[in-house]
Structure formats: structure tokens, C-alpha cells
């Protein structure tokens, strides 16, 4: 026993020299943990509320600057939620506007009707004005121009932007079969077309002072040019050699001469006068005559010029 309590002091009495020639080292190491130690006994009753108020401080900080993160976070929240609102809005308007504006150009596009491009702005767009007075229908534009044309109405809408000339030979072409004794060129001739007058594969415009418009070019309306232009059998009594330079420059032009108005298509060729005196003169092209072989049909006629034979005789 005595033994043990020997051992124990002397373990008490190592560890207190041990803590001493470390608080020796400590303070020869800094030279200021006495005088710390001093200064913090001195000044603790102002040292200790310090602290306490730096750490609620921070304390206080912490949470503003968290309730400060949430406000903003808050505050980002609100102004995306308004701009994707505005962009909604922006997205409907430019939506509506597109839909409005798709609408007006469709009636717009529907009420506009085309115009020949010419030199001049004296054309007078002759089925144009036709069909500002029809009403909507599903009938073609020659029923329902020959339709219009049966009422006052619509020969005055024709004849108000139209020459003599234009009176007399367009009125005719648009009141098409009906007219029996017009001896309008079926085959050669001007003729009603879902797009207006055509000439051949052209547009085909008058103006009010019975000039022609073709393809851009205008030429001096004649009596004579105009029976050449409209009439199965012009009146060789009205046309000149200058009326015969201008036309056959117009079926060059529009290959109204050639099957189905192709430039690379066949000669549109018959027994009919216009054919055989105005035509193919004006082609230079030799006339032969055909031999009949038994009773049915010439050796080289086909069914194509059969059928183009009797359009001419009609």
C-alpha cells in the first residue's frame, strides 16, 4: 500500500513539473501568455458582452442575409413570372396580328385582279372591269362574262373603257357562241381565258383609244389589223401591207398559227380561208394540194387535223 501511494505522488509531482516547464516554454516561446493572461482578467467584464454582442451580431446577420436571399430570390421569381407573362402577351398579339393580317391580305388578294404589264398606264383592264360586277360564283370567267354581257349593266362596264374598235370586235369574242353572226376566228383568234383575253399563248389588253397591247409592245390599232387579228375571213378591203408586217409580227409572237400556242409546235394548218390566203402567205409557205386515195381520209391527215378542220369550218 505504501508502495502505491509512493508511486502516485510522485506521478502528481512529474506531471506538475511537467506542466510548469511547459508554461515556461510556452512564455519564453511568445513572450505574452502572462501578460494575455494580465490583460484578459483585467478587461473580461467588457470583453464578455462583447463577444455576446458579436455572436448575435453575426447571429442577426446570418438571418438578414438569408431573409435578404429569399427576397431576391422571391423578387427573380416575381419579374420571370412577369417577363414569361409579357412574352405570353407579345406571342398572342404577334399571333393575332399575323391571323389579322393573313385574313386582309386573302380578301385583299381575292378582290385585286390582275393587271397586264404594259409601257403605259392607259390599258384599260377589259375583263377587270367585268368582274368587278359579277357576283361569286362557281361558274368559269366566259360563262359568267357571257352571262354579264346579256344585261345593260355589263356592256356598259365593257364599252366604258373601250375604243370603237375595241367595242365592236372584244364584245363579240366575249359574248363567244352566243353570237352567231359575229364570224369571230375560233381557231387563230383571240379567245376568253381564265387569266382574260389571250392572244395565242399572251395576254392580249386594249386601251381606250383602240391601241393593242401585246407582250409589252403596242401597236397602232387599224380597222384592218383588227379584222386580221379577230375575224374568220377579214375583209382584204380593209387591211394594208403594214397591217399584214404588224400581225404576222403578233403570231410570232404568240404562236396563235401553231398547235397548242407551242413556238416548237406544228403548223396549225386547214382548208380555211384565213389559212390558206392570210397565213400561209404570210410564211411563206407553199400550199400543196392533197390526193384522195378511195373514200375515206387523206393518207396524211390525222385525227388532230380533223378535228382542227372542222373548228375552222365551224
Known sequence: MA???????????IEKTSESIRKKHRALKTGRIEEDIALNRRFRPLIKPLRLFADSSDVRATKRESRDEDAASAHKRERKEEEEQEEREKASETFERSTTLHKSNDRS?????????????KIVPTIESLENVFETTEDSLATKVQNQLQTSEGR???RGGLGPLGQ?????????????KSDIDRVYGVYLHEDGLMFGNKRFDVD???????DGVRYAGTPGLYELIFKRIPDDALYTEDDMHKYKSMLLVTNA???KYHSQGRLLSNRGYKYKHVIAPLMSITLKKQKKSGKGLPHAMTLNDKRDRLRALE
Request: glycine fraction near 2%; aromatic fraction near 2%.
Open 3 to 13: 508502495d502505491v501511494r509512493e508511486r502516485e505522488k510522485i506521478a502528481r509531482a
Open 109 to 121: 388578294h381575292d378582290d385585286v385582279q390582275p393587271i397586264a404589264s404594259t409601257p403605259r398606264a
Open 156 to 158: 356598259e362596264a365593257l
Open 168 to 180: 365592236k370586235y372584244v364584245e363579240a369574242v366575249l359574248r363567244g357562241t352566243r353570237d352567231k
Open 208 to 214: 381606250d383609244a383602240d391601241n393593242i397591247i401585246i
Open 257 to 259: 398559227h401553231k398547235h
